[in-house]
Protein backbone atom coordinates (compact mmCIF):
# COMPACT_ATOMS: atom_id res chain seq x y z
CA UNK A 1 0.00 0.00 0.00
CA UNK A 2 1.48 3.20 -1.07
CA UNK A 3 -0.73 5.53 1.26
CA UNK A 4 -0.93 8.96 -0.07
CA UNK A 5 1.38 10.13 -2.67
CA UNK A 6 2.80 13.26 -3.72
CA UNK A 7 4.41 14.50 -6.43
CA UNK A 8 6.58 16.62 -6.47
CA UNK A 9 8.81 17.20 -3.58
CA UNK A 10 10.35 20.09 -4.24
CA UNK A 11 9.77 22.91 -6.87
CA UNK A 12 10.93 26.17 -7.41
CA UNK A 13 9.07 29.02 -9.45
CA UNK A 14 8.91 32.17 -10.29
CA UNK A 15 6.35 34.77 -9.73
CA UNK A 16 3.42 34.67 -11.59
CA UNK A 17 4.29 31.51 -12.66
CA UNK A 18 1.75 28.47 -12.25
CA UNK A 19 2.17 24.68 -11.46
CA UNK A 20 -0.09 21.93 -9.71
CA UNK A 21 1.26 19.56 -7.02
CA UNK A 22 -0.16 16.11 -7.24
CA UNK A 23 -1.87 13.90 -4.59
CA UNK A 24 -3.31 10.48 -5.22
CA UNK A 25 -4.59 8.09 -2.50
CA UNK A 26 -4.82 4.24 -2.72
CA UNK A 27 -6.97 3.96 0.10
CA UNK A 28 -10.29 4.55 -1.21
CA UNK A 29 -10.55 7.49 1.49
CA UNK A 30 -13.60 9.82 0.59
CA UNK A 31 -12.21 12.82 2.70
CA UNK A 32 -9.07 14.58 0.94
CA UNK A 33 -7.34 17.74 1.98
CA UNK A 34 -4.62 20.20 1.08
CA UNK A 35 -2.39 21.53 3.96
CA UNK A 36 0.05 24.35 3.99
CA UNK A 37 3.08 24.73 7.36
CA UNK A 38 4.66 27.05 7.69
CA UNK A 39 7.36 28.29 10.76
CA UNK A 40 5.84 28.62 13.77
CA UNK A 41 2.35 27.63 12.84
CA UNK A 42 0.35 25.04 12.78
CA UNK A 43 -1.04 23.37 9.64
CA UNK A 44 -3.96 25.46 7.84
CA UNK A 45 -6.37 23.98 5.53
CA UNK A 46 -6.43 25.43 2.06
CA UNK A 47 -9.20 23.14 0.46
CA UNK A 48 -10.73 19.82 0.90
CA UNK A 49 -12.89 17.13 -0.73
CA UNK A 50 -15.81 15.06 0.70
CA UNK A 51 -15.97 13.37 -2.43
CA UNK A 52 -15.55 13.25 -5.86
CA UNK A 53 -17.24 16.03 -7.76
CA UNK A 54 -17.65 18.39 -4.44
CA UNK A 55 -14.65 20.46 -3.31
CA UNK A 56 -14.75 22.83 -0.53
CA UNK A 57 -12.67 26.19 0.73
CA UNK A 58 -10.34 26.00 4.12
CA UNK A 59 -9.12 28.33 6.03
CA UNK A 60 -6.27 30.42 3.25
CA UNK A 61 -7.45 29.18 0.30
CA UNK A 62 -7.00 32.42 -2.13
CA UNK A 63 -4.56 31.14 -5.08
CA UNK A 64 -5.26 28.27 -4.84
CA UNK A 65 -7.27 26.17 -6.75
CA UNK A 66 -8.40 22.14 -6.77
CA UNK A 67 -10.53 19.99 -8.27
CA UNK A 68 -11.81 16.23 -7.43
CA UNK A 69 -12.47 14.45 -10.46
CA UNK A 70 -11.74 10.40 -9.20
CA UNK A 71 -11.49 9.22 -5.34
CA UNK A 72 -8.26 8.53 -6.05
CA UNK A 73 -6.58 12.24 -7.29
CA UNK A 74 -7.16 15.46 -5.76
CA UNK A 75 -4.54 18.09 -7.21
CA UNK A 76 -3.70 21.66 -5.99
CA UNK A 77 -3.26 24.33 -8.67
CA UNK A 78 -1.10 27.83 -8.13
CA UNK A 79 -2.51 29.97 -10.30
CA UNK A 80 -0.10 32.78 -10.08
CA UNK A 81 2.96 31.94 -7.88
CA UNK A 82 4.23 34.25 -4.88
CA UNK A 83 6.74 34.64 -2.38
CA UNK A 84 3.88 34.36 0.08
CA UNK A 85 2.92 30.81 -1.02
CA UNK A 86 6.62 29.43 -0.17
CA UNK A 87 5.52 26.83 2.25
CA UNK A 88 5.54 22.97 2.38
CA UNK A 89 2.60 21.87 1.44
CA UNK A 90 1.04 18.15 2.56
CA UNK A 91 -2.03 16.34 1.09
CA UNK A 92 -4.13 14.06 4.15
CA UNK A 93 -6.91 11.98 3.04
CA UNK A 94 -9.21 9.93 5.86
CA UNK A 95 -12.00 7.24 6.09
CA UNK A 96 -13.97 10.42 7.63
CA UNK A 97 -18.02 9.47 8.07
CA UNK A 98 -20.33 12.02 10.66
CA UNK A 99 -20.72 9.03 12.60
CA UNK A 100 -17.39 7.71 12.63
CA UNK A 101 -15.63 10.28 15.59
CA UNK A 102 -12.22 11.93 15.30
CA UNK A 103 -11.44 12.68 11.65
CA UNK A 104 -7.89 10.49 11.46
CA UNK A 105 -6.02 11.62 9.13
CA UNK A 106 -3.41 10.02 6.61
CA UNK A 107 -0.82 12.50 5.54
CA UNK A 108 1.46 12.21 2.22
CA UNK A 109 5.18 13.59 2.77
CA UNK A 110 4.98 16.53 1.68
CA UNK A 111 5.95 19.22 -1.23
CA UNK A 112 8.77 21.91 -0.27
CA UNK A 113 7.70 25.08 -2.50
CA UNK A 114 9.89 27.94 -3.22
CA UNK A 115 8.64 30.82 -5.11
CA UNK A 116 11.53 33.21 -5.99
CA UNK B 1 -7.35 34.04 17.30
CA UNK B 2 -5.59 30.44 18.09
CA UNK B 3 -8.13 28.09 18.92
CA UNK B 4 -5.03 25.60 19.87
CA UNK B 5 -1.95 26.13 21.51
CA UNK B 6 0.76 24.76 22.21
CA UNK B 7 3.14 27.32 24.06
CA UNK B 8 5.94 24.97 24.38
CA UNK B 9 7.95 25.34 20.89
CA UNK B 10 10.66 22.62 22.14
CA UNK B 11 11.45 20.26 25.05
CA UNK B 12 13.89 18.29 26.00
CA UNK B 13 14.09 15.41 28.04
CA UNK B 14 16.19 12.41 29.10
CA UNK B 15 16.03 9.03 27.78
CA UNK B 16 13.90 6.99 29.94
CA UNK B 17 12.26 9.93 31.88
CA UNK B 18 8.42 11.09 31.31
CA UNK B 19 7.97 13.83 28.45
CA UNK B 20 4.86 15.59 29.03
CA UNK B 21 3.39 17.66 26.04
CA UNK B 22 0.81 20.14 26.46
CA UNK B 23 -1.88 21.51 24.59
CA UNK B 24 -4.85 24.29 25.38
CA UNK B 25 -7.89 24.93 24.01
CA UNK B 26 -10.50 27.95 23.51
CA UNK B 27 -13.27 26.68 21.84
CA UNK B 28 -15.36 24.45 24.23
CA UNK B 29 -17.24 22.75 21.00
CA UNK B 30 -14.44 20.41 20.53
CA UNK B 31 -15.11 16.86 20.37
CA UNK B 32 -12.10 15.19 19.42
CA UNK B 33 -8.86 15.86 20.15
CA UNK B 34 -5.76 14.29 18.34
CA UNK B 35 -1.70 13.68 18.48
CA UNK B 36 0.31 13.57 15.78
CA UNK B 37 4.16 13.12 15.50
CA UNK B 38 6.45 14.42 12.47
CA UNK B 39 9.94 13.43 11.60
CA UNK B 40 12.19 16.05 9.49
CA UNK B 41 11.14 15.35 5.64
CA UNK B 42 8.00 13.36 6.21
CA UNK B 43 4.15 13.59 6.70
CA UNK B 44 2.85 13.73 10.21
CA UNK B 45 1.43 10.67 11.29
CA UNK B 46 -1.78 9.98 13.73
CA UNK B 47 -0.66 8.80 17.36
CA UNK B 48 -3.44 8.62 19.62
CA UNK B 49 -6.79 10.63 20.24
CA UNK B 50 -9.63 11.30 22.78
CA UNK B 51 -12.88 12.13 22.63
CA UNK B 52 -14.12 14.82 25.21
CA UNK B 53 -16.42 12.52 26.90
CA UNK B 54 -13.17 10.62 28.45
CA UNK B 55 -10.47 12.30 30.51
CA UNK B 56 -7.80 9.78 29.68
CA UNK B 57 -6.77 7.59 26.77
CA UNK B 58 -3.67 5.13 27.15
CA UNK B 59 -1.75 3.30 24.13
CA UNK B 60 1.50 1.31 25.07
CA UNK B 61 4.08 3.86 25.89
CA UNK B 62 1.42 6.82 25.20
CA UNK B 63 -1.11 8.36 27.26
CA UNK B 64 -3.17 11.41 26.31
CA UNK B 65 -5.04 13.61 29.27
CA UNK B 66 -8.42 15.72 28.68
CA UNK B 67 -8.99 18.45 31.34
CA UNK B 68 -12.54 19.72 30.19
CA UNK B 69 -12.80 22.08 32.93
CA UNK B 70 -9.48 23.69 32.31
CA UNK B 71 -9.56 23.09 28.17
CA UNK B 72 -6.06 21.51 28.49
CA UNK B 73 -4.56 17.90 27.17
CA UNK B 74 -1.23 16.79 27.40
CA UNK B 75 0.65 13.67 25.96
CA UNK B 76 2.85 11.43 28.69
CA UNK B 77 5.43 9.36 27.03
CA UNK B 78 6.35 7.07 29.35
CA UNK B 79 9.63 5.95 28.95
CA UNK B 80 10.93 8.57 26.44
CA UNK B 81 13.38 7.10 23.89
CA UNK B 82 15.77 8.20 21.09
CA UNK B 83 12.94 7.48 18.29
CA UNK B 84 10.37 9.70 20.13
CA UNK B 85 12.83 13.05 18.70
CA UNK B 86 10.18 14.29 16.62
CA UNK B 87 7.22 17.53 16.17
CA UNK B 88 4.38 16.52 18.46
CA UNK B 89 1.07 18.33 17.19
CA UNK B 90 -2.00 18.14 19.06
CA UNK B 91 -5.27 19.45 17.05
CA UNK B 92 -8.85 19.39 17.50
CA UNK B 93 -12.43 19.27 15.56
CA UNK B 94 -15.77 19.78 16.56
CA UNK B 95 -18.53 16.87 16.03
CA UNK B 96 -20.10 18.72 13.51
CA UNK B 97 -17.17 20.39 12.18
CA UNK B 98 -15.21 17.12 11.05
CA UNK B 99 -12.12 20.16 9.98
CA UNK B 100 -8.62 19.68 12.33
CA UNK B 101 -7.99 22.66 13.80
CA UNK B 102 -4.21 22.17 14.47
CA UNK B 103 -1.74 23.79 17.01
CA UNK B 104 1.86 24.76 16.66
CA UNK B 105 4.06 22.14 17.39
CA UNK B 106 6.58 21.21 20.38
CA UNK B 107 9.97 19.81 19.05
CA UNK B 108 10.44 17.04 21.30
CA UNK B 109 14.31 16.28 21.70
CA UNK B 110 15.37 13.03 23.53
CA UNK B 111 18.51 13.19 25.30
CA UNK B 112 20.90 9.98 25.50
Redesign the interface.
Known sequence: NAG?TQTPKFQVLKTGQSMTLQCAQDMNHE?MSWYRQDP??????IH?SVGAGITDQ?EVPNGYNVSRSTTEDFPLRLLSAAPSQTSVY?C?SSY?R?TS??????????SRLTVL | DQQVKQNSPSLSVQEGRISILNCDYTNSMFDYFLWYKKYPAEGPTFLISISSIKDKNEDGRFTVFLNKSAKHLSLHIVPSQPGDSAVYFCAASGDSNYQLIWGAGTKLIIKP
Open positions: VYGMGLRLYGFAWLGANVLTFGAG
